[in-house]
């Protein structure tokens, strides 16, 4: 027989270990609750530049047609001329996808693009130029082309391109010339040489955002030095007419970054 105090001794212990867990035991519980009490992450929907590019392959007809498609607005807003949306294709199919696949290119959503128009291709279908690999090298280049067919160019005629080589400038001037609508193949007096600019010409511009409020801005002075005949450029907006006084900084061999005594007025 079991004495008194041996019994209440036995029954203390009983309800100790009945109590008591193993560290491990404890974690576990304390993992449970943590688990059955964190809210369960919310997937973050695909951002809709990632939803829609790249543009997917379609089939297309196979005959050849060259067409141009061009788009000019965006986001219900016009684009500047510099900034308008080109693409070319053997037939209209293929320069549809191309003008969503620019879009891409430059970070614009297909879906929210101007209408567009198609065109047969005045370059019969040297447009886009081929790109070509050039040699490695860093020298920043223009190069201008003053005759078109037997035509010369003049004044804002000649078509000017900047590139980080001569080789890149002279493929950036024939799709220079795509852009203005020629057929590259017919370009004539080409001249190459070095960038004045040190390759700030030859930047690709952000495209403008800003409110469409026509504004005319004017540069007075350039590398410190008091202009004859002050630079001057309007645009739809402040951000485009800045860009615009830029490209006229580039065509008159001049650094946009040294431009000085810069005025923008709204209205013109």
Same mark, same amino acid.
């Given at each position: 027989m079991i004495s008194r105090p041996l019994t209440l001794v036995l029954a203390a212990l009983a309800v100790l270990l009945a109590s008591c867990? *193993? *560290?491990?035991?404890a974690n576990e519980v304390k993992a449970d609750e943590k688990t059955a009490i964190a809210p369960m992450p919310t997937p973050s929907p695909p951002s809709p530049s990632r939803v829609e590019c790249p543009v997917p392959d379609a089939v297309c007809p196979m005959d050849y047609a060259p067409v141009l498609c061009t788009t000019d607005s965006y986001r219900g807003r016009t684009l500047p001329a510099h900034h308008v949306l080109m693409a070319w294709g053997n037939n209209t199919c293929q320069a549809k996808l191309n003008l969503q696949r620019e879009a891409c290119r430059r =970070?614009? /959503?297909p879906s929210v693009l101007g209408r567009h128009e198609c065109v047969p291709d005045p370059s019969a279908g040297h447009c886009p130029p081929a790109s070509l690999p050039c040699p490695e090298g860093h020298t920043p280049s223009v190069c201008s082309a003053s005759g078109y067919a037997a035509q010369d160019l003049t004044g804002e005629q000649i078509i000017r391109a900047w590139g980080r080589s001569a080789c890149d400038a002279t493929q950036r001037l024939q799709l220079a010339a795509c852009r203005r609508h020629l057929d590259p193949a017919l370009l004539r007096k080409i001249v190459?040489? =070095?960038? !004045? @600019?040190d390759g700030e010409c030859g /930047?690709? %511009? !952000?495209?403008c955002e800003d409110a469409l409020k026509k504004t005319v801005c004017v540069a007075g002075v350039a590398d410190g030095k008091k202009l004859a005949v002050p630079l %001057? !450029? @309007?645009g739809p907006s402040a951000c485009a007419a800045k860009q615009a006084l830029a490209r006229l900084a580039c065509r008159q061999d001049l650094k946009p970054s040294r431009l000085d005594q810069v005025v923008c007025r709204i209205g013109g």
């Amino acid at each position: 027989m079991i004495s008194r105090p041996l019994t209440l001794v036995l029954a203390a212990l009983a309800v100790l270990l009945a109590s008591c867990r *193993t *560290t491990d035991e404890a974690n576990e519980v304390k993992a449970d609750e943590k688990t059955a009490i964190a809210p369960m992450p919310t997937p973050s929907p695909p951002s809709p530049s990632r939803v829609e590019c790249p543009v997917p392959d379609a089939v297309c007809p196979m005959d050849y047609a060259p067409v141009l498609c061009t788009t000019d607005s965006y986001r219900g807003r016009t684009l500047p001329a510099h900034h308008v949306l080109m693409a070319w294709g053997n037939n209209t199919c293929q320069a549809k996808l191309n003008l969503q696949r620019e879009a891409c290119r430059r =970070n614009m /959503l297909p879906s929210v693009l101007g209408r567009h128009e198609c065109v047969p291709d005045p370059s019969a279908g040297h447009c886009p130029p081929a790109s070509l690999p050039c040699p490695e090298g860093h020298t920043p280049s223009v190069c201008s082309a003053s005759g078109y067919a037997a035509q010369d160019l003049t004044g804002e005629q000649i078509i000017r391109a900047w590139g980080r080589s001569a080789c890149d400038a002279t493929q950036r001037l024939q799709l220079a010339a795509c852009r203005r609508h020629l057929d590259p193949a017919l370009l004539r007096k080409i001249v190459c040489g =070095n960038d !004045a @600019s040190d390759g700030e010409c030859g /930047l690709p %511009e !952000a495209e403008c955002e800003d409110a469409l409020k026509k504004t005319v801005c004017v540069a007075g002075v350039a590398d410190g030095k008091k202009l004859a005949v002050p630079l %001057e !450029a @309007s645009g739809p907006s402040a951000c485009a007419a800045k860009q615009a006084l830029a490209r006229l900084a580039c065509r008159q061999d001049l650094k946009p970054s040294r431009l000085d005594q810069v005025v923008c007025r709204i209205g013109g």
